[in-house]
């Protein structure tokens, strides 16, 4: 008598094939999600930085707006007539820039502001079409 061999491969068809390619699809989707939360992280970390630095600078520049009503002369201030002038460094590339009228007790604050510390160059490596021809 012969046996008969009743072995069935198993269906390891589409269905199999659209959990592996879901699998897949979700663990890219976590990768990228965590990257972002990185970068994201990143620009915070930056973005707090940038703002603790300005305020330090404008509490140096306010601690000199005070030295001046008092009638002291800070280092690093320049006068012209009642014209003082200024500056606090804020970063590498930004210092707070600023100008008071100083008449008695009186003030006028004529500048307060960013400014950056570096000079601009323009990018001229690429050509640019000038709208002739």
Not at 3 to 14: L, S, V
Not at 113 to 118: A, R, Y
Request: aromatic share 8%; charged share 20%; net charge negative.
């Amino acid at each position: 008598m012969k046996k008969k061999k009743d072995f069935a491969a198993p269906n390891i068809g589409g269905s199999s094939l659209l959990v592996i390619f879901a699998v897949l699809c979700l663990t890219i989707f976590a990768l990228l999600s965590i990257s972002t939360v990185q970068a994201n992280g990143r620009l915070s970390d930056h973005a707090a930085n940038a703002v603790i630095n300005y305020y330090e600078a404008d509490a140096q520049a306010e601690s000199i707006l005070a030295e001046l009503r008092a009638g002291k002369m800070p280092e690093g201030v320049t006068k012209e007539e009642n014209l003082y002038s200024y500056q606090c460094k804020i970063s590498d590339t930004q210092a707070l820039v600023v100008q008071i009228m100083l008449e008695g007790n009186e003030y006028t604050v004529l500048r307060w502001q960013v400014v950056s510390d570096i000079d601009w160059q323009a990018d001229d490596r690429r050509p640019v079409w000038n709208g002739e021809g």
